[in-house]
């Protein structure tokens, strides 16, 4: 298990190949709802968030694609890996975003999920979808500028 950081955050899983697929205009912060065998279990870091994908719903934000995997040790109290959290956010955050993503395009992603003290936090993402010709000089831009830092190295 990870020591905590110095501010108390500790990062239990990322959606690294959220940058590449995705061109990220906003982020936030939300809380999220859960059962206790899910903390245990997010405290051993055993999650998938690559998948996930954000609904909002009867004024309500919900996470799907999450996959908490149960914990051993909870006996017949397990939770359900894949079902569908609430997220906590104000009203005003869950209005403004649900506006957002009725733009064509637009979608709310999570890209990751730490613990803020004692409380699980989602970092939320509102994106749209790249096309490949940017993921192509998304690569590119980062090869050249390798091989400049590679250049300024040797001489």
Same mark, same amino acid.
């Given at each position: 298990?990870?020591?905590? +950081?110095?501010? %108390?955050?500790? $990062? ?17 912060? =939300? !809380?999220?709802?859960? $059962?206790?065998?899910? #903390?245990?279990?997010?405290?051993? *870091?055993? $999650?998938?968030?690559?998948? !996930?994908?954000? &609904? ?8 799907? %694609?999450?996959?908490?995997? &149960?914990? +051993? ?10 079902? #569908? ?7 005003? &955050? ?17 890209? !990751?999920?730490?613990?803020? %003290?004692?409380? $699980?936090?989602?970092?939320? =993402? ?10 192509? *000089?998304?690569?590119? *831009? ?14």
């Amino acid at each position: 298990m990870a020591k905590p +950081a110095a501010d %108390g955050i500790r $990062v239990i899983a990322t959606n690294r190949k959220a940058t590449h697929e995705f061109h990220i205009h906003e982020r936030f912060e =939300a !809380g999220i709802a859960l $059962v206790g065998s899910e #903390v245990k279990s997010l405290r051993d *870091a055993k $999650v998938t968030i690559s998948d !996930g994908w954000v &609904e909002f719903r009867n004024g309500q934000a919900l996470v799907h %694609g999450i996959r908490i995997n &149960e914990y +051993a040790q909870a006996n017949r109290w397990q939770h359900d890996v894949g079902r #569908v959290r609430r997220l906590l956010l104000h009203k005003r &955050e869950i209005a403004k975003l649900g506006d957002r993503t009725q733009i064509q395009g637009y979608t709310v992603i999570p890209l !990751g999920l730490y613990f803020k %003290g004692p409380r $699980v936090k989602v970092e939320l =993402a509102l994106v749209t979808h790249k096309k490949l010709y940017d993921k192509r *000089a998304a690569k590119r *831009a980062a090869d050249d500028q390798r091989e400049i830092d590679r250049a300024m190295k040797r001489h």
